[in-house]
């Protein structure tokens, strides 16, 4: 576990800024969930956080250590995105272990690591499967038991259940959450909607425009919104 902080982060491409000065302070085994509307720049900033892109001014810190010009794979961290393709020739247990293969470490211990994520995550008796023969919530299971497997510090998840059926993205609501419940990593959430936002955080940081618009509990926000837009976007009566 460990804190994560965004100082006065700034973000542009090329010429044009799309995050404007970023200031977000996260607890050791918090769930924060970054919410808002599409282009605001939740992904920059996961990618950020992660070191998939540059921090144009401003810093993150990582628990003691500022990350700005960290590679990814010196930052303890693991992602999970929308399209988290699977390895379709490699079974579940192969790809839960595949990180931990690359690093070198010794197929018995991968073993001991992949069987108790899976029990985690319901996938125990398919660990012998591959990719093709599971259903689109297992395979959502199989990404996440990929970054479980790891132990990382922190877990960053860019909108996880996109891609599933409302039915599903239901459940898996419960189960991220009863995970979390489990682990108390770090976590990082972000999503568009705010259904997710209200059920899932601890904490929940809005974006509007490629700025914090508030930052607050569930219930905060809904009973305490700071302006019109958080109260239209997350439904509450202001
Ligand atoms: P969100 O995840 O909230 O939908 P993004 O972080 O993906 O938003 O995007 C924020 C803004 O930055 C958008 O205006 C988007 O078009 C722009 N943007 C994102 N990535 C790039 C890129 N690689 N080059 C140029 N503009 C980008
Ligand atoms: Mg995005």
């Not at 491409?13 to 404007?20: I, K, N, P, R």
């Not at 930052?75 to 839960?96: G, S, W």
């Not at 860019?158 to 991220?176: H, Q």
Request: hydrophobic share 40%.
């Amino acid at each position: 576990m460990a804190t994560v902080t965004f100082k006065d982060v700034r973000k542009a491409f090329g010429t044009v800024e799309v995050l404007h000065g970023v200031s977000i302070d996260i607890e050791e085994g918090e769930f924060v969930v970054l919410v808002g509307p599409s282009g605001c720049g939740k992904s920059t900033l996961l990618r950020m956080l992660a070191g998939l892109e540059h921090v144009s001014a401003g810093e993150i810190w990582i628990g003691d250590r500022v990350v700005n010009q960290l590679p990814p794979k010196e930052r303890d961290i693991a992602m999970v995105f929308q399209n988290y393709a699977l390895y379709p020739h490699i079974t579940v247990a192969e790809n839960m272990g595949f990180s931990l293969s690359l690093k070198g470490v010794k197929k018995a211990e991968i073993a001991e690591r992949v069987r108790p994520a899976a029990e985690i995550l319901g996938l125990s008796h398919l660990l012998d499967r591959y990719p093709r023969q599971l259903s689109g919530g297992q395979r959502q299971r199989v990404a996440m038991g990929r970054a479980i497997v790891r132990e990382p510090q922190v877990f960053l998840f860019d909108e996880p259940l996109s891609n599933l059926d409302a039915k599903l993205r239901v459940s898996m609501r419960s189960e991220m959450k009863n995970l979390h419940q489990r682990l108390k990593t770090t976590t990082v959430y972000v999503t568009h909607d705010q259904i997710e936002a209200m059920t899932m955080a601890d904490k929940i940081v809005v974006m509007h425009d490629g700025r914090v618009a508030q930052v607050g509990t569930p219930l905060d926000l809904y009973d305490k919104p700071d302006n019109l837009f958080v109260a239209g976007f997350i439904g509450s009566p202001a």
